[in-house]
């Protein structure tokens, strides 16, 4: 049973540039949140996606934009990268009305701004 | 706002003893989930324990469990005979429950750095 994963494990970018970050969730997982986690920070939360359409959304400017296919797996969007946006992003996979279980997370991309 | 708290930055333990990791909440919602994380330093998240805010019993998993103290908006982590493998940042999170179950996002604390000693 494949959990979460996520492509690339690593990226170097320059400010100024977009990039995409990749996500499939557990087998059976229909929800799909991304979060940020900056060096030495708890993860942030930045939307949350469900039925290819996004449900909630944190505190990130529209730099920061999302998509999910039908197949359930998601990308992550970030335009005109700031030296900032430098961080783990990781993607957590659930099932949706099933509040009492957790989420499932990947092993997260990490990526640098230079 | 909801909020999770971690006052411990860092903590030691010798092996084979048990160390207490402190978490605080604060929500108006009256249905949460109270979630601990385990991360070590490769970056995965791994799940380790769950409370929900109508459980009567506190949790237990293995040689986890959750101190929950609802009256205090507390959900301490106990971790039982502690192995040098339990070295790791530990994060306490909450989730609010909407109606109709509809999953929500994770609110997490700033973490605890463990480190067990031999």
Redesign the interface.
């Known amino acids: 049973d494949a959990g979460v994963t996520q492509s690339p494990t690593h990226l170097i970018k320059t400010r100024g540039q977009q990039v995409t970050l990749r996500c499939s969730p557990k087998s059976g997982h229909d929800?799909v949140?991304w979060?940020q986690q900056a060096l030495g920070?708890?993860?942030?939360?930045i939307f949350?996606y469900?039925e290819e359409e996004e449900?909630?959304r944190?505190n990130f400017p529209d730099r920061f934009s999302g998509h999910q296919f039908p197949n359930y797996s998601s990308e992550l969007n970030v335009n005109a990268l700031l030296l900032g946006d430098s961080a783990?992003y990781?993607c957590?996979s659930?099932?949706?009305?099933?509040?009492?279980?957790?989420?499932?997370?990947?092993?997260?991309t990490?990526l640098s701004i230079l | 706002a909801q909020k999770i708290t971690q006052t411990q930055p860092g903590m030691f333990v010798q092996e084979k003893e048990a160390v207490t990791l402190d978490c605080t909440y604060d929500t108006s919602d009256p249905s949460y989930g109270l979630f601990w994380y385990k991360q070590p330093s490769s970056g995965e998240m791994i799940f380790l324990i769950y409370q929900g805010s109508y459980d009567q019993q506190n949790a237990t998993e293995g040689r986890y469990s959750l101190n929950f103290q609802k009256a205090r908006k507390s959900a301490n982590l106990v971790i039982s005979a502690s192995q040098l493998g339990d070295s790791a940042m530990y994060f306490c999170a909450m989730r609010e429950a909407r109606i109709g179950g509809a999953t929500n996002k994770l609110i997490f604390g700033t973490g605890t750095l463990l480190a067990v000693q031999p």
């Open positions: 929800t949140s979060y920070q708890g993860p942030q939360f949350q469900y449900r909630q944190g783990l990781l957590a659930s099932l949706d009305g099933y509040s009492n279980q957790p989420q499932h997370f990947g092993d997260g990490r």
